[in-house]
């Protein structure tokens, strides 16, 4: 319970309570997918521990990244299909080693009615998300692809906490959904430029 109280502060005792005795919790090693594209969602997904990458699928298999879920948060997501008993429109993919609360359907829909405080995190994580993905859009809609870019290695940065991001240039060509060659080159010229130092397994951040 101690670990719901402190990725959850804004719980109430009694909510903490209820989730520790009704929702299950389940670790999940990196590399596993979690939600795949199609699946009907029957919990709600509270991250305790690790990195979730949320994004989209094309049918030939190319990624555009999303948001990252961490320790905290959860996946508005499968709020949504689970009350709406809708598929997933998005893939859910462990980057790091995971801890999660898996809450059922019938208890999320239960809890919007008795805690205020699972209300008001629900309405958050709504509001949170649907800013991510307005930002998202405007990347798309109103920036070249290396501002895009350098907003990615920003959003990693923060996700990480931390200026050396481990991440090779195809994982950030399938995320931006472009070439590896593309990114390898606005890489190089960012490194010109002194904002970031190309190591062989991993980008360290001058910004």
């Not at 094309?58 to 905290?72: A, K, M």
């Not at 995190?121 to 990347?139: A, G, K, M, Q, S």
Request: proline share 1%; charged share 25%; aromatic share 10%.
């Amino acid at each position: 319970m101690q670990s719901i109280k402190s990725n959850f502060p804004t719980f109430s005792h009694e909510l903490t309570e209820a989730i520790d005795q009704f929702a299950k919790t389940q670790e999940v090693k990196a590399g596993e997918i979690i939600m795949r594209t199609g699946q009907y969602i029957k919990n709600t997904i509270l991250v305790i521990k690790g990195k979730i990458k949320i994004y989209r699928q094309d049918d030939d298999g190319g990624e555009f990244f999303i948001y990252y879920l961490q320790p905290g948060q959860a996946c508005a997501i499968s709020m949504i299909c689970a009350t709406k008993h809708e598929k997933s429109q998005l893939m859910a993919k462990v980057m790091e080693d995971a801890e999660l609360i898996m809450v059922p359907l019938q208890l999320m829909d239960k809890w919007m009615m008795e805690h205020r405080s699972w209300y008001e995190f629900v309405i958050d994580t709504y509001r949170n998300r649907f800013e991510e993905v307005l930002v998202v859009i405007d990347n798309i809609a109103f920036r070249a692809m290396d501002e895009r870019l350098e907003f990615y290695l920003k959003k990693q940065k923060t996700a990480l906490d931390s200026n050396n991001i481990q991440i090779s240039h195809q994982e950030i060509a399938n995320d931006l959904n472009t070439s590896r060659e593309v990114i390898s080159r606005l890489l190089k010229k960012m490194e010109q430029r002194g904002l970031v130092q190309l190591h062989r397994s991993y980008i360290t951040l001058k910004f």
